[in-house]
């Protein structure tokens, strides 16, 4: 029987790079009275290394290689020293922290960040990932990582064959749907997904009971959901629908609530409100702006882009009159102050003439 995971290279059973390559998952399973022992008979031998000893870390998903760095964290997360430990197992550390009540909290105080940065400094080990599987094994050993197994539902089944989940076909949500069987008894209908859909005579419009009076083979109408008949075990899935205006109406209204979508809480209503009047003011602008024609030298029908490319190629003190955004009755002013540098005067009402008088020496 073996007692830790180096008699599988000792006795023979693996081969060294078969037992690294498989290490973590070779789990010897043992009993805190047998570390215990090992430990005691460790003690006699007087630091002499036992080569049956048993190793609380061979129960544990850590690797060989990293016995040194659970050592370690254990000792860490206990707030002992190497003296405190010199005489016993080299793992009896990793045994007082596993029967420690309180591990959790101790080993979540540790500080993986600057442990994983040490040891890149020293020897370029990279080991973050490792470390918290370390944590994690010391805490719980092998536990099972899966998450609880649940039967998936109705809807769940109904997703993975047909990719509609609830909250696309929730009851009051209008859908297209295309009539492929009318009877007497009512019409059979199927979405795009395939699902079918059955909308009976009392359904489809007021004071009618004939369907070949009111729909077509192949036609594709609007229909609001009203309800659901699950029958998996058989593989049959059926939506009850309604194209009644009035039903139409009520589930057109609840469709609207069920999908308005929560604001996010960080979203900047005010400055959303001025950047979208912002824009609407300046497409009315240019919708409603029309060519303007004056008979002056310096008017061009320029935006402020255009009027400084314009004045990139003239002299200091030029000027570029043109159209306003603020409308017909407003005139822009652009003017060259130095190379590359520009003054942009607006708001100039045409019930004032404007003089512009510049002097250079």
């Given at each position: 029987?073996?007692?830790?995971?180096?008699?599988?290279?000792?006795?023979?059973?693996?081969?060294?790079?078969?037992?690294?390559?498989?290490?973590?998952?070779?789990?010897?399973?043992?009993?805190?009275?047998?570390?215990s022992k090992n430990?005691?008979?460790?003690n006699a031998r007087?630091?002499?290394?036992?080569?049956?000893?048993?190793?609380?870390?061979?129960?544990?998903?850590?690797?060989?290689?990293?016995?040194?760095?659970?050592?370690?964290?254990?000792?860490?997360?206990?707030?002992?020293?190497?003296?405190?430990?010199?005489?016993?197992?080299?793992?009896?550390?990793?045994?007082?922290?596993?029967?420690?009540?309180?591990?959790?909290?101790?080993?979540?105080?540790?500080?993986?960040?600057?442990?994983?940065?040490?040891?890149?400094?020293?020897?370029?080990?990279?080991?973050?990932?490792?470390?918290?599987?370390?944590?994690?094994?010391?805490?719980?050993?092998?536990?099972?990582?899966?998450?609880?197994?649940?039967?998936?539902?109705?809807?769940?089944?109904?997703?993975?064959?047909?990719?509609?989940?609830?909250?696309?076909?929730?009851?009051?949500?209008?859908?297209?749907?295309?009539?492929?069987?009318?009877?007497?008894?009512?019409?059979?209908?199927?979405?795009?997904?395939?699902?079918?859909?059955?909308?009976?005579?009392?359904?489809?419009?007021?004071?009618?009971?004939?369907?070949?009076?009111?729909?077509?083979?192949?036609?594709?109408?609007?229909?609001?959901?009203?309800?659901?008949?699950?029958?998996?075990?058989?593989?049959?899935?059926?939506?009850?629908?309604?194209?009644?205006?009035?039903?139409?109406?009520?589930g057109d209204k609840?469709?609207?609530?069920?999908?308005?979508?929560?604001?996010?809480?960080?979203?900047?209503?005010?400055?959303?409100?001025?950047?979208?009047?912002?824009?609407?003011?300046?497409?009315?602008?240019?919708?409603?702006?029309?060519?303007?024609?004056?008979?002056?030298?310096?008017?061009?029908?320029?935006?402020?882009?255009?009027?400084?490319?314009?004045?990139?190629?003239?002299?200091?003190?030029?000027?570029?009159?043109?159209?306003?955004?603020?409308?017909?009755?407003?005139?822009?002013?652009?003017?060259?102050?130095?190379?590359?540098?520009?003054?942009?005067?607006?708001?100039?009402?045409?019930?004032?003439?404007?003089?512009?008088?510049?002097?250079?020496?």
């Open positions: 029987m073996l007692s830790n995971r180096d008699q599988f290279i000792k006795g023979g059973l693996l081969t060294t790079k078969i037992f690294l390559n498989a290490a973590g998952f070779l789990r010897i399973i043992q009993q805190q009275e047998i570390t430990s005691r008979n460790h007087h630091g002499e290394a036992h080569e049956d000893a048993s190793d609380p870390l061979d129960d544990t998903r850590i690797h060989p290689e990293d016995y040194e760095l659970a050592r370690k964290m254990a000792m860490d997360a206990l707030e002992l020293d190497e003296e405190d430990i010199h005489n016993e197992h080299p793992s009896h550390v990793v045994t007082l922290i596993m029967n420690d009540k309180d591990r959790d909290r101790k080993l979540m105080e540790l500080n993986l960040d600057e442990f994983a940065v040490s040891l890149y400094e020293a020897n370029h080990d990279q080991k973050r990932y490792t470390l918290n599987v370390i944590r994690d094994e010391l805490k719980k050993p092998f536990v099972d990582l899966r998450s609880t197994f649940k039967l998936p539902s109705n809807w769940d089944i109904i997703t993975m064959l047909t990719g509609e989940t609830e909250k696309m076909l929730h009851i009051g949500v209008i859908i297209p749907v295309l009539v492929y069987r009318i009877q007497r008894e009512g019409v059979n209908v199927r979405l795009d997904s395939g699902i079918e859909g059955y909308i009976e005579p009392d359904n489809l419009g007021e004071q009618i009971r004939n369907p070949f009076e009111v729909v077509k083979k192949g036609q594709t109408i609007p229909a609001v959901i009203h309800g659901y008949t699950f029958h998996l075990d058989r593989g049959e899935f059926l939506i009850h629908l309604s194209s009644k205006p009035d039903h139409m109406e009520e609840g469709d609207k609530i069920h999908r308005s979508v929560p604001r996010d809480a960080c979203w900047d209503g005010a400055r959303h409100a001025k950047d979208k009047e912002m824009l609407d003011r300046k497409k009315r602008a240019e919708t409603d702006r029309s060519r303007r024609v004056i008979k002056h030298p310096n008017f061009h029908n320029f935006n402020t882009a255009q009027a400084e490319t314009y004045l990139e190629k003239q002299q200091r003190g030029d000027v570029v009159i043109r159209p306003s955004s603020k409308g017909n009755d407003h005139l822009a002013v652009t003017w060259k102050v130095e190379e590359k540098l520009y003054q942009h005067i607006g708001k100039l009402s045409l019930h004032v003439t404007p003089i512009f008088h510049c002097c250079f020496v």
